[in-house]
Nanobody, 121 residues
Framework: QVQLVESGGGLVQPGGSLRLSCAAS????????MGWYRQAPGKQRELVAT???????NYSDAVKGRFTISRDNAKNTVFLQMNSLKPEDTAVYYC???????????????WGQGTQVTVSS
């Protein structure tokens, strides 16, 4: 199976920056898609950004121009650099990895446990 461990969340003032990391371990295929989603209290989980192995990044309109997603394929790690943070960016941020299922019992979709990002003065 696959395990995802996020780090880097915390409390930051509006206009500040944070960098999230997500390290994947286990049976990782060379072709996959990794990304970040977030869920604010009382709201549905939403896409933040995704990036395929060797592919172009994809961003939601809400974060385009402020957030940058990148990955280190050798370390199976994805990063999210968040700049110009706003109070509305406050949420639990989840890492997700998608790949072709490696067993009949796997959906091929894996999630991390989440890391809290709070933007407040």
């Amino acid at each position: 199976q696959v395990q995802l461990v996020e780090s880097g969340g915390g409390l930051v003032q509006p206009g500040g920056s944070l960098r999230l990391s997500c390290a994947a371990s286990g049976r990782i295929l060379s072709i996959n898609n990794m990304g970040w989603y977030r869920q604010a209290p009382g709201k549905q989980r939403e896409l933040v950004a995704t990036i395929a192995s060797g592919g172009m990044p994809n961003y939601s309109d809400a974060v385009k121009g402020r957030f940058t997603i990148s990955r280190d394929n050798a370390k199976n790690t994805v990063f999210l650099q968040m700049n110009s943070l706003k109070p509305e960016d406050t949420a639990v941020y989840y890492c997700r990895l998608i790949q072709v299922p490696t067993s009949p019992y796997s959906s091929g979709v894996y999630w991390g446990q989440g890391t809290q990002v709070t933007v407040s003065s």
